[in-house]
């Protein structure tokens, strides 16, 4: 959790994947092997998952999924190794992450019972709930001494893209970001404006949030999966969604 100073610290149940990542960056720190070059490695990995689970080898489906969530971690540590920052990485690890879950999610629809439509309102209800969680991280990451400020809540304009990537390529990776996760973002900040106030929140509230993060959801599937509960996976995370209400309850009566 590098991104946040120490007294900000909190278990992520979301962040497993990061000492494996950490690890393997340093593998590969002096190969020419580059950040992009990983994300577009875990975007195969996702695809893989789900050509497992359209196949019915659930816990191959349910291990690569795990996979995921580590490479998924580990072009962020390989940035921050080389000293590589991309914005152009940035966007397109989210919006593969989008993608990927998208696809996961209508594929398990597909060989469950669940219907598309529900499918459909799983796909929003797993967004929303990652979005509830990196909404306060962020803030968390913006109150921190020497955080993280990279990420924002709400991104409006494409940023000055770095020497080393192109502009052109950063303005499109922007817009279709945007267009991906600028609805949630909204979202959330109506259900909970004033959390912008707040100076910082307690490491237990970043922990129960953190069940919210892609990793653990990941993890979750992985697990209904390889337990052969396929058919409860999207009902499961319709009414996850409920938490939400809880998790908002709680930093507007107890936080402040």
Known sequence: MPKIDKEQ???????????????????????????????????????????????????????????????????????????????SGRYLDSIFDSILNLIFILTISYK????????????????????????YYVILRHRSVGGDTTSKIFELKPPTAFAEESQTTVNLLFRIFQILYFPFDWLMYQFDKE????????????????????????????????????????????????LSFIFVGLRKFFIE
């Open 195 to 242: 959390a912008f106030r707040i100076r910082q929140f307690p490491n237990w509230f970043m922990t129960m949030i953190s069940i919210y993060g892609l990793g653990f959801q990941l993890m979750l599937i992985a697990i209904m999966l390889s337990m052969g509960l396929i058919n409860y996976i999207i009902p499961f995370f319709v009414a996850y969604t409920a």
């Open 9 to 87: 610290k909190f278990f992520d149940f979301s962040d497993y994947g990061r000492s494996p990542a950490v690890y393997l960056s340093s593998l590969v720190k002096e190969t020419p092997l580059t950040p992009i070059h990983v994300t577009y490695a875990f975007g195969i990995i996702g695809l893989i998952s789900a050509y497992a689970i359209f196949t019915e080898h659930y816990v191959i489906a349910g291990l690569g999924l795990i996979l995921k969530s580590i490479v998924d971690a580990m072009d962020g540590e390989l940035a921050r190794i080389k000293e590589s920052p991309s914005y």
């Open 112 to 135: 469950s019972s669940s219907p598309l439509w529900m499918g459909l309102i799983a796909y929003l209800c797993l967004q929303l709930q990652g979005t509830l969680y990196n909404y």
